[in-house]
């Protein structure tokens, strides 16, 4: 299940790309999952471990991959127990998130009310006021209402 939690929360990672560059496994590059989304996110091919062919930028390092992927990829691998901030990916980045909580429990730290409203299937659970939300309608309505305290 997803969960959001919105400003700052103890045990957050606020800027997730740099604890990547110095925290990542060469394995976590090369699981299919994120051949996935560095594919969608990055429209770049995984080459091997530390090499990745981007079509802007041509043959790039692990570490020059786009931050919203980094963070993906601590979503679905790290098992510190940290919590990463969201708010370091782009809109784009959504659907994924929303599969990763759908994958296993996932907790996200929000700084902005991140648009959702391309995932067809979304559910979380707003840990600020508790609230489950089922669709995108209701989580803007829970976030709208969390932000404004």
């Known amino acids: 299940m997803l969960k959001i939690v919105f400003g700052d929360v103890e045990n957050a990672v606020y800027h997730p790309p740099t604890y990547f560059d110095n925290r990542y496994e060469d394995e976590w590059i090369t699981a299919p999952l994120s051949v996935k989304m560095i594919k969608d996110i990055d429209k770049s091919d995984v080459i091997g471990t530390h090499l990745i062919q981007s079509p802007v930028l041509g043959p790039i390092s692990t570490k020059e991959i786009s931050g919203g992927v980094k963070t993906l990829i601590l979503m679905a691998f790290d098992r510190s127990g940290r919590i990463f901030n969201?708010?370091?990916?782009?809109?784009?980045?959504?659907?994924?998130?929303?599969?990763?909580?759908?994958?296993?429990?996932?907790?996200?730290?929000?700084?902005?009310?991140?648009?959702?409203?391309?995932?067809?299937?979304?559910?979380?659970?707003?840990?600020?006021?508790?609230?489950?939300?089922?669709n995108y309608e209701e989580y803007l309505q829970e976030a709208l209402k969390i932000k404004e305290r």
């Open 86 to 134: 969201a708010s370091s990916c782009g809109d784009n980045c959504a659907k994924w998130i929303a599969e990763l909580g759908r994958m296993e429990d996932l907790t996200i730290n929000l700084h902005h009310v991140m648009d959702f409203s391309s995932v067809p299937i979304f559910e979380a659970v707003m840990l600020n006021t508790g609230v489950t939300v089922h």
